[in-house]
């Protein structure tokens, strides 16, 4: 396999790059930068709705890299990687990688009510697959990689939306960071160390539907009209609290408020904090995130609110997004991708991926 002219040193000898169908844009990008050619495979759903691969090329003791990113159908999406998974397994290919910038099922990776830990399934799922190391970006919850007795590498896109910012958001040394409620300020702290600037809390906000319902302490048994005490004392119950009102912790008048996250799905937690900050006098809001889901109609929605500008990267193919919402930006994060699979291919170190990056990022 001939290699291209390329500014990454790369010998593309003894590994194949396989791309799912849902974000083949991505996955050309991360090829040519590491000047190789996207392996040949056909993946496709059969009449009977079942899915099918077919491997054009051998992958005997070759480094097998399949890049599968989300899409709007990520059930179909997993069953493809899973899929092709088995077949490189069963044609003897040394390892196999799994490149999945966003981890589908993520969100759910806590106990809800009666529920399941669907991230922990996953994680089996694709051990048993053949999988032998992952390559993933920005966990919602680190204590996902947890869940895998295989290697996983959770890399930051940081980096990344920093440099967007100190380059393309005017006079960006009068911003401030926001977190969106108390659980995003350690990311929020992150942004605000290493570029210098204030920091702002957006506190009484309601709650994110995940983390009304974590577990089963949130769903007692029916009310029964008490009976007299016997030898056991009655377990008493606790009244929910009330929320505070929704307050900003932090001056953010005259500012730029630019608010981080790690995954922007529903648009109305965002919209509501974006309003909060233009009563409260920031005069420009951004919203900086790592993966842009945007399902339903959040586009429409955000198009219509007053937030400025919506910065994503393209974990997630948005051209349907961006055609709904002119204010959506993305930044490329291939070169991580392609410089990720080039030292494990190669078998170098990791951790300069990882330099300067805090531990709360």
């Known amino acids: ?17 396989f791309a799912g169908n849902s974000h083949r844009e991505l996955a050309q990008s991360v090829a040519d930068k590491l000047g190789i050619e996207l392996g040949k495979a056909d993946i496709y759903i059969q009449d009977n709705k079942e899915t099918a691969v077919d491997i054009k090329e051998s992958v005997r003791g070759k480094d097998v890299f399949i890049l599968a990113a989300g899409s709007r159908d990520v059930n179909n999406l997993i069953m493809e990687l899973l899929i092709l998974t ?6 003897c290919a040394r390892s196999i990688i799994a ?11 806590q106990m809800r009510k009666r529920g399941s830990i669907v991230a922990k399934l996953l994680a089996t799922m694709l051990g048993k697959s053949g999988i032998t190391n992952m390559i993933t970006m920005d966990l919602h919850h680190k204590e996902i990689q947890g869940f895998y007795n295989i290697p996983v590498d959770n890399l930051r896109a940081s980096p990344f939306l920093v440099q967007y910012i100190t380059e393309n958001i005017p006079d960006w040394r009068n911003a401030i960071i926001v977190a969106r409620n108390p659980g995003a300020a350690k990311r929020a702290t992150s942004y605000s160390d290493r570029l210098r600037l204030g920091l702002a809390v957006i506190h009484g906000e309601q709650k994110d539907a995940e983390q009304e319902n974590i577990d089963g302490r949130h769903s007692p048994p029916p009310f029964v009209a008490p009976k007299p005490a016997t030898a056991m004392e009655v377990i008493p119950f606790f009244t929910q609290k009330e ?17 981080v996250d790690d995954i922007i799905d529903d648009a109305e937690p965002f919209i509501a904090a974006g309003d909060v900050l233009k009563e409260r006098g920031a005069y420009k809001v951004y919203l900086i995130l790592t993966h842009g889901i945007l399902s339903g109609d959040a586009p429409k929605l955000l198009e219509q609110s007053c937030i400025d500008e919506i910065v994503v990267t393209n974990t997630l193919p948005l051209d349907v997004q961006r055609l709904q919402c002119n204010k959506i930006r993305t930044v490329d994060i291939s070169l991580l991708l392609a410089e990720s699979i080039r030292r494990i291919h190669n078998g170098e170190s990791m951790s300069y991926l990882f330099r300067n990056i805090p531990l709360n990022d």
Do not use: E, W
Request: proline residues 8%.
């Open 1 to 17: 396999m001939a290699a291209k002219n390329s500014g990454m040193h790369f010998v593309s000898k003894g590994m194949i790059l």
């Open 86 to 91: 088995y077949a490189c397994k069963t044609s």
């Open 99 to 109: 490149v999945v910038p966003y981890l589908p099922y993520s969100q759910q990776s």
């Open 243 to 259: 929320k505070p009102p929704i307050n900003v912790v932090g001056d953010v008048t005259g500012r730029i408020a630019i608010v």
